[in-house]
């Protein structure tokens, strides 16, 4: 009996031991230069960039779930889903998509693969069209996708587009608009002053609080800082796909502003600019004749007065 | 039938004390829980990850009761020596072996059953809604695939000596043949001949078990699959159960039990 009771004391006295010394070392470990961890969490301590992985393992999940299981696998055509269509709906991330997007199983192969087509999702749906059921009322349901956008938010902080997508089904399908901008704050913690996160944070502003000013001074905050990021990086990245179409989106949202402050100048301005980027620089003219002939108006009333 | 009834009726009674099956749900069901705790964004509406990880977990335990329960049935009796008595009574090899077939096919029903009272619970409790059709569905088509499972484990003990190989190989085809069973057709159209006609034919011999997982139309709340379509399912199940029983029974019926 003694002997056990010495060796559970020995055993506790080593316990105290090693955690003593183990949390001496990671103290001296936390403040050692060479140290390069950029956080503690068990998780990336584990893993590490492998959780890049699984962050988009999940995003690619969520967007499964906006079709109601109707996605294609490796086996299947992937062309009409290289962009998420949930990210592609929102307006704030540019598509990559062609193709059909709903024969991506193409023609039956035997008679196995016909028959097999009823029992798995078998149409082309989107859940903030009602999903299956195609009742529009049911477009809170895109509210199934949000647990795996967090998962992957969580997972890989440095991805922009899962912020952007989860603010906006936050706040324009389930009118949650304060966590749509909580969320979006959150990606601005991670990835400061990024465009397209301060795109859709001056979206919420604009759309939502109806707040002209802060919308304005946001996405003008945003034009900077992507001048400032693209700043001696040649053209080719300069005027990439997904950089034209955020400066598009960002210079006509802020003509749109302005036209609706009434500043009808400033929007002819901020459209000119659109149309150096945009793929359709037609429709742009379009709108800028029309502003001009409002601008020439003897009267110019504005739509809305700035706040 | 009466004595297939008895045997199956010594299996069911054996797969009762059992504790596997109490193990599975109670994992099941606390995992779920624990899943179920988390909210997102203040929602607690959210329930289709819910429901994917429930059904998961099913799907899952179901496989390894099925198998860890069949393939120790023919080999035990044979170790224990208790089939010597067995068959010294007025029963058959064949009705031996459907005996067995039957009670561990049973015992996995009434597990599905409680699994699926649980998942439905689980579901009800965030949608406020009982699709009471669609889940009988699934669960008979869940409980048609494991009679094949069942059948395919049974003839896997008879085939292969040790049961933890039976369980290891059946246990890997079958998950082989729901993950990629569907697909190897389109893949051997992109192969070079022989192996493409080797992948197509074995697409055609292959049981279809992916034909009997409706998780998806479930998680999603896709409407009824057709009755017609799914008692050809049904029907399929059956006659791919019918000839590996066929199979078992040639086996069993030359084989040596010492």
């Given at each position: 009996m003694k002997t056990t009771r010495s060796y559970v004391l020995l055993l506790l006295l080593l316990v105290v031991l090693c955690s003593g010394l183990a949390a001496n070392v990671d103290c001296w470990y936390m403040g050692w230069p060479g140290n390069h961890e950029s956080s503690f969490n068990p998780l990336e301590v584990m893993i590490g960039e492998g959780q890049k992985l699984f962050a988009g393992s999940f995003y690619r999940e969520a967007d499964v779930y906006y079709h109601s299981g109707y996605y294609p696998t490796i086996f299947d055509n992937q062309e009409a889903f290289k962009t998420a269509h949930m990210a592609e709906d929102t307006g704030a991330v540019a598509s990559h998509n062609q193709g059909d997007e709903a024969g991506f199983m193409g023609p039956p192969l035997d008679f196995f693969d016909a028959f097999n087509?009823?029992?798995?999702?078998n149409r082309h749906t989107h859940l903030d069209e009602g999903g299956p059921t195609d009742d529009l009322s049911k477009s809170g349901e895109v509210r199934e996708i949000l647990p795996w956008l967090k998962i992957s938010s969580d997972l890989d902080p440095e991805n922009v587009q899962t912020y952007v997508v989860t603010a906006y089904w936050l706040r324009t399908r389930m009118g949650k608009v304060a966590e749509g901008e909580q969320v979006l704050r959150e990606g601005l913690r991670y990835n400061p002053n990024n465009p397209q996160l301060l795109y859709e944070l001056g979206r919420v502003y604009f759309e939502n609080y109806h707040d002209l000013r802060r919308a304005r001074n946001i996405w003008e905050a945003a034009l900077g800082s992507w001048e400032q990021q693209m700043a001696g990086k040649p053209d080719s990245v300069k005027f990439s796909f997904d950089n034209k179409f955020i400066v598009e989106q960002l210079q006509t949202h802020l003509a749109l502003l302005e036209e609706t402050a009434g500043n009808f100048s400033a929007a002819i301005a901020h459209l000119e600019q659109a149309k150096l980027v945009s793929p359709a620089p037609d429709r742009l003219q379009k709108q800028i004749d029309e502003l001009k002939q409002k601008l020439a108006a003897p009267a110019n009333v504005p739509a809305a007065a700035p706040h | 039938m009466n004595k297939i009834f008895a045997i199956s009726n010594v299996v069911l009674l054996e797969m009762y004390r059992r504790k596997d099956f109490y193990v599975l749900f109670i994992v099941t069901a606390l995992i779920t829980a624990v899943m179920g705790s988390v909210t997102f964004f203040k929602d607690a509406e959210i329930v289709r990850y819910l429901k994917a990880i429930c059904l998961f977990l099913i799907w899952a335990s179901s496989l390894f009761i099925a198998i860890g329960a069949t393939a120790r049935q023919i080999p035990a009796e044979r170790e224990s020596r208790t089939i010597f008595p067995l068959m010294a009574k007025p029963v058959s090899r064949a009705q031996i072996l459907l005996g067995k077939f039957l009670g561990c096919w049973l015992a996995c029903g009434v597990a599905l059953v409680i699994f699926y009272a649980f998942f439905g619970c689980v579901a009800a409790a965030r949608e406020h809604q009982w699709p009471l059709a669609n889940y009988f569905q699934a669960w008979a088509m869940h409980w048609a695939m494991l009679a094949i499972v069942v059948a395919m484990t049974l003839l896997g003990s008879l085939v292969l000596t040790a049961v933890s190989s039976n369980i290891t190989i059946t246990f890997i085809a079958t998950v082989a043949i729901l993950l990629v069973g569907r697909y190897l057709h389109k893949v051997a159209l992109a192969m070079s001949e022989p192996s493409a006609t080797m992948l197509t034919g074995l697409y055609y011999v292959i049981p279809h078990l992916e034909l009997f997982d409706l998780r998806d139309l479930i998680i999603h709340d896709w409407p009824l699959v057709p009755w017609s379509v799914w008692s050809i399912a049904l029907v399929y199940a059956a006659a791919y159960t019918a000839l590996l029983l066929l199979l078992s029974w040639l086996v069993f019926r030359k084989k040596a039990l010492q």
């Open positions: 087509r009823y029992f798995i999702p | -």
